[in-house]
T-cell receptor, first 111, second 112 residues
Framework: KNEVEQSPQNLTAQEGEFITINCSYSVGISALHWLQQHPGGGIVSLFMLSSGKKKHGRLIATINIQEKHSSLHITASHPRDSAVYICAVRSTTSGTYKYIFGTGTRLKVLA | DGGITQSPKYLFRKEGQNVTLSCEQNLNHDAMYWYRQDPGQGLRLIYYSQIVNDFQKGDIAEGYSVSREKKESFPLTVTSAQKNPTAFYLC???????????FGPGTRLTVL
């Protein structure tokens, strides 16, 4: 079993829909990251969370440390949101700056 | 503009040849990483370096080597000992103050 699990693996939505991507982890963590990978391959960091909730534009990320679970929400989705969304954790046991990655959620938003 | 550059974007090599992938950053970050990405799998750590002249093996270091002679540069050599080198390779660095990882655009290596 992977230490970081994401669901769903694939998601297709209509433009304007509210989208939720989930991430569960089984290790102790000091931080959780949400990343976005576009079709060309480049990855950008969306959020770093250690507790609570963060919002940036139409993106909202939450984390529940007790439940070992995080969600990424996209409100009013748009075709340009189509990408792979990756959850990554910095484990408290894996070394100071090593990360464990989920396999990603491939999102396609249709116009 | 600050960032991470990787070159080339696409690389083709014959089986049995060593190949070196370039990674340069001008973000003044101490920590740098090399990851491999294969279809259906999460990013896997090959090597990482937390400071100049020091580096550690990641989860899949066999068949790879690195050097960290300068803070800005962290080249990865894929040797002929790597059994299945065809993959997408990503270099990254971390801002320790914000704990944000910055990724390069990646190099897609195909071994023929």
């Amino acid at each position: 079993k992977n230490e970081v699990e994401q669901s769903p693996q694939n998601l297709t939505a209509q433009e304007g829909e509210f989208i939720t991507i989930n991430c569960s982890y089984s290790v102790g963590i000091s931080a959780l990251h949400w990343l976005q990978q576009h079709p060309g391959g480049g990855i950008v960091s969306l959020f770093m969370l250690s507790s609570g909730k963060k919002k940036h534009g139409r993106l909202i990320a939450t984390i529940n440390i007790q439940e070992k679970h995080s969600s990424l929400h996209i409100t009013a989705s748009h075709p340009r949101d189509s990408a792979v969304y990756i959850c990554a954790v910095r484990s408290t046991t894996s070394g100071t700056y090593k990360y464990i990655f989920g396999t990603g959620t491939r999102l396609k938003v249709l116009a | 503009d600050g960032g991470i550059t990787q070159s080339p974007k696409y690389l083709f090599r014959k089986e049995g040849q060593n190949v070196t992938l370039s990674c340069e950053q001008n973000l003044n970050h101490d920590a740098m990483y090399w990851y491999r990405q294969d279809p259906g799998q999460g990013l896997r750590l090959i090597y990482y370096s937390q400071i100049v002249n020091d580096f550690q093996k990641g989860d899949i270091a066999e068949g790879y080597s690195v050097s960290r002679e300068k803070k800005e540069s962290f080249p990865l050599t894929v040797t002929s000992a790597q059994k299945n080198p065809t993959a997408f390779y990503l270099c990254a660095s971390t801002d320790r103050i914000t704990d944000t990882q910055y990724f390069g655009p990646g190099t897609r290596l195909t071994v023929l």
